[in-house]
């Protein structure tokens, strides 16, 4: 029988399931690419498995934490103040990809590489996004700055998810 809490609950599911899916829809650009930009082909293996590793791990964890009960609901991932360890494990997590990513972008020539690379974010009919080594500087920047406010913020603010259906 269908149950939105339930639903609810493991909505970590669908976030990996998104995230596999964004994977394969990579997967399949960089194979199209490698007929048309040999060149790319070994940047782009190492970018499938950043989006793979880098954009579902949170929510492994945040899934290992609800199938040990030790997270109820989603909303815990905005209470770290509660002290969860699994809650402080997905921010860890967070935070560390950030500085991961901040390595990446800005000390090890990342930027460059991401412009040399972007034909993989691009769609296949030629439509998409291009940016160059600054612009994908500013946006890191911007990004991660804006994340972690985000990340501060949520050990002072009280969201009452007490009014929100489902939301225990």
Known sequence: MFSPILLFKHFYIFIIL?????????????????HTHPDLTAGNQKILKAILI??????????????????DSPVELFQPADMNPFVLLVH????????????????????AFLEKHMPIFQHPRGKGISA??????????VMIIFGLTVLTALWFVEIPFEEIPFAR
């Open 92 to 111: 860890a997590c967070i935070l560390l990809i950030y500085f991961l990513l901040v390595k990446f972008v800005f000390f090890n020539n990342g930027a």
């Open 132 to 141: 160059s080594a600054i612009q994908i500087k500013i946006f890191t920047g």
């Open 18 to 34: 998104g995230g596999f899916a964004n994977y394969f829809s990579f997967k399949k650009r960089a194979k199209t690419l490698a």
């Open 54 to 71: 880098y954009g579902n791990l949170p929510w492994i964890f945040w899934g290992i934490g609800v199938l040990f009960g030790r997270i």
